[in-house]
């Protein structure tokens, strides 16, 4: 590869990754504010934490519901098609959703529906990216949106310091519909220069389903999917609930909570750094880098745990999801793009999101009972506990069992 044309495959790399980012950085404003604005919502009266956790936990089952669906439909149709739709429908229900909130049917469906439709663009903008850039931009191009994913948690919490919870629905749904607009038009001047070609890889290894699942397990998938539940309950449910956690265990005002999250959120957003640093420090091993982070993880939910002190606190949690989400970057911004030869890039991710938002869903709602009923430190515990199993699965028995033979 010459000079001109390893510049050109940058440039190219830069422009999908930069629409990718802000897409998804769009997708998790929109995934956070309910979060965020959850402490105004049950100081004004009219909502409970139940009720929130009800409609939040629906809105992760039709999220890994759509996962599934889109990311085997996101193989066969053009992203731009997925992405933009995804991302246009769900600015009509985001900016809906203020106004039947108080109708407990009429909510559930409209935010149940904003979880479908946002799961229209991870699998579809990974499978673009992998197979439409050389391996080493691909991995660069999912940390940054990896990035925007986090940065999208405390950009809600601004939304939520600055407007009351109805104005900050809408102006994530503006922000939702403006990156639909700029998502189709970029992709579009993309397919047109030859840079985005769908399908460039076919199946190599795995001709036909049967074929497929045996190439994804072998490939590990099913470790990975584990993986992918353990790190999806912190990256997403754990997350939910900080900013009550703040409110309610730490004692902090609902704003004050808000300002909080947003700061913590963006502490954890370095966790993109931390990941690829560990990972070349680790001379690119991805089971060693996701294990390290597992231990990393289960240390600090555990001082978390022992220790209440609001400060000390507050730093222990942040860097427990922190260690929790390095782990999850390996498996989606490293473990996913390493699929393309198989064709299946989208498919397998969205698979892989799938049972981790299932995983998010059952424990988003058990969590918003285990509070009432053992109050947050036990579930703080269980938060320790899962990150352990999370240590667990990833040790080399391979290895182990090879020397002791």
């Known amino acids: 590869m010459d000079n001109s044309d390893k510049r050109s495959n940058i440039k190219n790399a830069v422009f999908l990754g930069i629409i990718c980012s802000i897409s998804y950085l769009a997708v998790y404003v929109a995934r956070n504010i309910l979060s965020t604005v959850t402490p105004q919502m049950i100081e004004g009266g009219s909502f409970t934490k139940e009720y929130i956790g009800q409609v939040s936990s629906l809105f992760f089952i039709f999220y890994a519901i759509g996962q599934l669906l889109n990311g085997i439909i996101g193989d066969k149709i053009k992203a731009r098609y997925m992405m933009s739709i995804g991302l246009m429908l769900s600015a009509v229900t985001t900016v809906i959703f203020p106004y039947v909130a108080h109708f407990k049917f009429g909510a559930t469906a409209i935010y149940s529906m904003t979880g479908f439709f946002l799961s229209m663009i991870y699998s ?3 499978k673009v990216v992998s197979e439409n850039t050389p391996p080493v931009y691909a991995i660069r191009c999912s940390f940054s949106y990896s990035l925007a994913s986090y940065l999208g948690s405390p950009l809600a919490g601004v939304f939520a310091s600055v407007f009351a919870w109805q104005s900050a629905f809408l102006t994530s749904g503006i922000f939702l519909f403006i990156m639909a607009l700029s998502c189709f038009a970029s992709l579009l001047f993309l397919e047109k220069k030859g840079v985005i070609k769908h399908n460039r890889f076919e199946k190599q290894e795995a001709p036909n389903a049967k074929g497929s699942i045996k190439v994804l397990i072998k490939r590990r998938i099913i470790v990975f999917s584990i993986i992918s539940v353990l790190t999806g309950v912190v990256r997403t449910t754990v997350v939910f609930w900080l ?22 959120t963006l502490a954890i957003a370095l966790t993109v750094f931390v990941t690829m640093a560990i990972y070349e420090l680790f001379k690119r091993n991805m089971d060693l880098t996701t294990r390290m982070m597992f231990i990393f993880a289960s240390l600090f939910f555990l001082c978390a745990f022992l220790i209440s002190h609001p400060v000390l606190n ?21 473990y996913c793009p390493s699929l393309r030869d198989t ?40 938060w320790f506990a899962l990150m352990v199993l999370g240590v667990i699965i990833t040790l080399p028995y391979g290895k182990i069992l090879k020397k002791r033979s």
Not at 353 to 376: C, E, K, L, N, P
């Open 343 to 382: 064709g299946m890039v989208s498919t397998a991710t969205g698979f892989l999101t799938f049972i981790g938002y299932m995983g998010s869903s059952a424990s988003s709602y058990i969590f918003a009972y285990m509070v009432d009923a053992t109050g947050w430190k036990t579930v703080v515990f269980v």
């Open 243 to 264: 900013p009550t956690y703040f409110n309610e265990y730490l004692g902090y005002s609902a704003t004050e909570s808000a300002s909080i999250f947003t700061i913590a």
């Open 124 to 126: 579809p903008m990974t």
């Open 314 to 334: 507050i730093i222990f949690i942040v860097l427990a999801i922190l260690g929790s989400n390095a782990a999850a970057n390996v498996l989606w911004s490293i």
